[in-house]
């Protein structure tokens, strides 16, 4: 089970003070605690890549996955058949993977890094996996996952449709966790390329709304520990 922690020595506004823009505020820190603060109000944290400053948002239009609004082609189907999803097996290399400065739109900074790796050893932050039948790990996503609410940070693929693969197995994770209807799994924004796997954009007010309801159920049973190599199973 994650670590509970200490309250956060900040005070958050509330997300309503944006109004019509997605940005909240600049500053705080990277303590666990502060972001897991952040996240039970709306709002999650990104640098500013030219500064480094620190900023933390909650955009108007939120992207979401509704667990039963996945689309899955026949092509990504067929490619599930060729990755094996493992859990936390290797947390710190799939974060390293999506913050690759020589990515296009990197925004993954090295105290963001160290900020989600503190929430993992604590048990809050995970990554999800593709793998290869030969031990090669082809791409994945990490989050933070709080209750029946995850927070999708960044994803990567070095081999085709490895990160659709990681998203198709978080999916099933979350959905495995029972209340599918009622769980949360947060995209930010919606991009073009989410919105292709089922991804919509809610008001904040209701996203707020399902991160309350999310946030009181149980996490599914895969976030509690590593799933190693030997147990990984295979997606639909």
Known sequence: MP?????TRWEFPSPEVAGTGDLIGQGADLEPATILAAYRQGIFPMPVRRSGAMTWWSPAQRGILPLDGLAV??????????????????FDEVVAACADPGRPGGWISPEIIRAYERL???GWAHS??????EGQLAGGLYGLAIGGFFGGESMFHRQTDASKVALVGLVELLAAGGDAERRLLDLQWRTPHLA???????????YLELLDQSLKLPPPPAFGGPIDRDEGFRGV
């Open 3 to 7: 670590t509970e922690l200490p309250p």
């Open 73 to 90: 082609s026949r092509s990504l189907r067929r490619s599930c058949r060729r990755y094996v999803i493992r859990i936390n097996t290797v």
């Open 120 to 122: 993992h050893q604590l």
């Open 128 to 133: 999800v996996e593709a793998w290869t039948p």
């Open 196 to 206: 292709s796997l089922g991804a919509v954009e809610v008001s904040r007010a209701t």
